[in-house]
């Protein structure tokens, strides 16, 4: 009648191993989301209660191991600006030269 979907969260002081891995787990979890390192520390904070300095404590350990995979994640998700070319930037102003003479 009921289901057994209570899921171990392990403790830090009983089992420091097994929380890690989780804390390592959540955060991959929000790499995939592509999350920067402050929403990711927020989201865990908010919704799996996890203290922040833990998450970034991991998240530091994590970047040291994987150093070129978090500069290439870090740049993809990082806004970048809107470069025009020499040709976008001359049909632009063709098109503002023409809405002013419709004025």
Known sequence: MYSNNHRFVPCLHCNPHSY???VQHLIE??????MNMEQCV??????????????????????KENRD?????????SPRPFIMTG?????TS???RKKQYWK
């Open 42 to 63: 927020k989201a865990l904070a908010e919704h799996a209660s996890i203290r922040p300095r833990i998450t970034l404590t991991v998240l530091k350990e994590l970047q």
């Open 94 to 96: 063709r098109i503002t």
């Open 69 to 77: 995979f978090f500069q290439a994640y870090f740049l993809a998700i």
């Open 20 to 22: 890690i891995r989780m």
């Open 29 to 34: 979890r929000c790499l995939v989301l592509r």
């Open 87 to 91: 040709r976008q930037i001359q049909r």
